[in-house]
Structure formats: structure tokens, C-alpha cells
């Protein structure tokens, strides 16, 4: 079935460093959405994907949508420490006929402060 | 604060034991998803309302697992004869059905334990 493949699973950040994560899939999705989740609360959408080459920016963050259709990349720029937390990847559940709503999630990336 | 709002936030249970949990999605949303999360994973989809009509089941949701949309509004989730296996985070999560692409809003959840 439709799996995504986060990588890498976790990392350490420095205030200002640049963040790179990525989201792989062997099966093709037609959007692609990333997550932000902080511990005790449920998942906030960051960036949306609608087409393959697409780039799009929020903030500092950024995320392209493959030209395969089989992976998505999240960009962030200048980490800040409120930049911690988990960062999914999610696209939906090809269905025919199913909900758009009906996501598969990654594993997830998880960004924690260098000590 | 008319975000997506999960009561309770906490429930602990014994095995056997049935729990319900509710979900009051953002007003005007007219489509409502249950979604589990255990820990260390991303979230899986259970189930999907559009209004009061349950459209999509997943094969997580095993005959234990009942969810209702009464009136179109708020909806819950009940878990009979629960088992330690159920111990997760429930996620509902929202969207406005008549706009294309509508993201998903996600709640805070609701935390089982199972002893």
C-alpha cells in the first residue's frame, strides 16, 4: 500500500542553522501537505502542495512538490528555537471516490535544540 | 477560541472498560475525521463524516469502534470493551467540504491509557 518514508527521523538544530527533511513515497501522490506537531497538541498544517515542480514559501519555511510526484522536500530557514517539535509529511490515500481528507502520514522528522 | 475542540484531553481507563470520546469541529466545517496516533508514529486515518453520513471506515476501526455525527455537528467516538492496544492519541480534525482542497484542522486529541 501507499507508505511515505520521513527523513531523517530526527535531528538537532542550532538557533540560525538552515533545516532540510524529506518525504519519499514509491507510489505517486497528487498533493502533498506538511505538519507541525508540538507535544500534547494535534497536528498544524504548514505548506500545501497541489502540483508536481510546485514551490511554494510560508515565512521561512519552504517545500517543493516532486516532478515524479513521489517526494516532497521542507526547507527552513534560520531555525529559531520555537522551530522544535515534529514535522510530517502527509498527502491522501488514493481512493477512488474516497475523501481528500482521508491522509497517510510519515513517520516524521523530529527537531530538537542542540545541547 | 472556535478551533476544533476534543473532550477530554486525558482519559484513563481499565481494560474492558467502554469510553466515549466527543469532537465540536470548527462551525461551519461540514466534514469531520477520526484519526488514532500511537506514539512515535503520524497520525491514521479511522473514519470520515460528510454532515451526519459516515462515508469512509478504515479496517482500524474494528467492531469495538463506533462513531456517530448525530446532527451533522459534533460527533463521538466510543470504544467498547477496550483493550491495551487502544492506549493512543485520538485526533479529530475538520474541513469545509465546499471548498476544494479545504484543509484538515486537527483538534488537541484526546489521550487514552488502557491498564
Known amino acids: 500500500g501507499q507508505q511515505l518514508n520521513q527523513s531523517p527521523q530526527s535531528m538537532f538544530i542550532q538557533e540560525g542553522e538552515d533545516v532540510s527533511m524529506n518525504c519519499t513515497s514509491s507510489?505517486?501522490?497528487?498533493?502533498w501537505l506538511w505538519y507541525k506537531q508540538d507535544p500534547g497538541e494535534g497536528p498544524v498544517l504548514l505548506i500545501a502542495?497541489?502540483?508536481?515542480?510546485e514551490l511554494t514559501s510560508n515565512g521561512r519555511l519552504t517545500a517543493q512538490f516532486g516532478i515524479t510526484r513521489k517526494d516532497s522536500f521542507l526547507n527552513i530557514s534560520a531555525s529559531i528555537p520555537s522551530d522544535v517539535g515534529i514535522y510530517f509529511c502527509a498527502g491522501p490515500r488514493l481512493n477512488y471516490g474516497g475523501s481528500q481528507g482521508n491522509l497517510i502520514f510519515g513517520k516524521g522528522t523530529k527537531l530538537s535544540v542542540k545541547p | 477560541d472556535t478551533g476544533v475542540s476534543q473532550n477530554p484531553r486525558h482519559k484513563i481507563t481499565k481494560r474492558g472498560q467502554n469510553v466515549t470520546f466527543r469532537c465540536d469541529p470548527i462551525?461551519?466545517?461540514?466534514?469531520l475525521y477520526w484519526y488514532r496516533q500511537t506514539l512515535g508514529q503520524g497520525p491514521e486515518f479511522l473514519t470520515y463524516?460528510?454532515?451526519?453520513?459516515?462515508?469512509?471506515k478504515s479496517r482500524l476501526l474494528s467492531d469495538r469502534f463506533s462513531a456517530e455525527r448525530p446532527k451533522g455537528s459534533f460527533s463521538t467516538l466510543e470504544i467498547q470493551r477496550t483493550e491495551q492496544g487502544d492506549s493512543a492519541m485520538y485526533l479529530c480534525a475538520s474541513s469545509l467540504g465546499r471548498v476544494i482542497n479545504s484543509p484538515l484542522h486537527f483538534g488537541n486529541g484526546t489521550r487514552l491509557t488502557v491498564t
Open positions: 502542495l497541489y502540483k508536481a515542480g
Open positions: 507510489s505517486i501522490f497528487n498533493t
Open positions: 462551525s461551519e466545517h461540514n466534514r
Open positions: 463524516f460528510q454532515n451526519e453520513a459516515q462515508l469512509e
